[in-house]
C-alpha cells in the first residue's frame, strides 16, 4: 500500500494512503455532483470523475492540505497505470 506524509496548515504533519485519497476524490464528486444536480445540472460522470473535475474547476489547490494530496496520488496512480497500459499496447504492436 502507498502513503503519502503531508504538511498540514497547523504546521504539523499526517499520512495519506491510497485507499483514502481516492476516497476524498470520490467524496468531493459526489458532493459536487449533488449541488450541480440541486441547481438543475445533470452529471453523467463517476464521482472519480466529478471530484477530479471539481478540484481544477472550482481552483481548490492550495484550499486543504489533505485534499492536494490526495489530488496528487491519484493523479500520480492513474498516470501511471494508463502509462504501464499503453507501454503493454506498444509493445503488442511492435511484435506483430
Do not use: C, P, W
Amino acid at each position: 500500500m502507498r502513503f503519502k506524509l503531508y504538511n498540514t496548515f497547523g504546521g504539523g504533519s499526517d499520512v495519506l494512503s491510497l485507499g483514502d485519497a481516492y476516497a476524498e476524490i470520490r467524496e468531493l464528486g459526489h458532493v459536487f455532483a449533488v449541488a450541480l444536480a440541486e441547481r438543475g445540472h445533470e452529471t453523467k460522470d463517476s464521482d472519480m470523475m466529478n471530484g477530479l473535475s471539481a478540484y481544477h474547476l472550482l481552483r481548490l489547490k492550495g484550499e486543504s492540505a489533505r485534499l492536494d494530496a490526495a489530488h496528487d496520488m491519484v493523479m500520480n496512480d492513474i498516470s501511471s497505470v494508463m502509462f504501464k497500459r499503453a507501454r503493454e499496447i506498444a509493445s503488442k504492436e511492435k511484435d506483430q
